[in-house]
T-cell receptor
């Protein structure tokens, strides 16, 4: 039982490049989330999903897209990376409106 | 707008010196308050969920309490291994599907 697994753990991108972060959970949770964490800013919600095939915007969605084609996977895409997207990204999942469980994070640097 | 404020931003304690961390919230109907612990380079680890004023939860040296305006995380006789950043988060009536986080309290326990 791995919980929430994020891939990759580290990545360096050049400005304008694209990439996809993958999140997988094996707890059969309905809800999944993508957060970014920056020094002094706490965890800010980017996008979330309440079920397969559904997504919604969070607090800071600009510059990101997401997809939830399978219940266990939630993908976060950056179409044209910018230095302002340098951050640590966390995926989480929850059983409906209960506590969320987090992955170990992806450290992304955009140069 | 829902707001979650944690204080202090940082706290240094001697081993065995008990103290409390504060999480105050201004929300439109609380649907759950959650405490997490985050170690450097790791994802947040779930500690407690509180749903109603007067509720208390305990785990080892930690005790979480909830009032109508704030939550406290009491740390009794802390040890160096309790050093971490402690985060609180809320689900609200207007945004039950989202978890909104405070910016955290960085706790350092000195031996």
């Amino acid at each position: 039982n791995a919980g929430v697994t994020q891939t990759p753990k580290f990545r360096v991108l050049k400005t304008g490049q694209s990439m996809t972060l993958l999140c997988a959970q094996d707890m059969n949770h309905e809800y999944m989330y993508w957060y970014r964490q920056d020094p002094g800013m706490g965890l800010r919600l980017i996008h979330y999903s309440v079920g397969e095939g559904t997504t919604a915007k969070g607090e800071v969605p600009d510059g990101y897209n997401v997809s939830r084609l399978k219940k266990q996977n939630f993908l976060l895409g950056l179409e044209s990376a910018a230095p302002s997207q340098t951050s640590v990204y966390f995926c989480a999942s929850s059983y409906m409106n209960t506590e969320a469980f987090f992955g170990q994070g992806t450290r992304l640097t955009v140069v | 707008e829902d707001q979650v404020t944690q204080s202090p931003e940082a706290l240094r304690l001697q081993e065995g010196e008990s103290s409390s961390l504060n999480c105050s919230y201004t929300v439109s109907g609380l649907r759950g308050l959650f405490w997490y612990r985050q170690d450097p380079g790791k994802g947040p680890e779930f500690l407690f969920t509180l749903y109603s004023a007067g509720e208390e939860k305990e785990k080892e040296r930690l005790k979480a309490t909830l009032t109508k305006k704030e939550s406290f995380l009491h740390i009794t006789a802390p040890k160096p291994e309790d050093s971490a950043t402690y985060l609180c988060a809320v689900r609200t009536k207007g945004s039950a599907r989202q978890l909104t986080f405070g910016s955290g309290t960085q706790l350092t326990v000195l031996p």
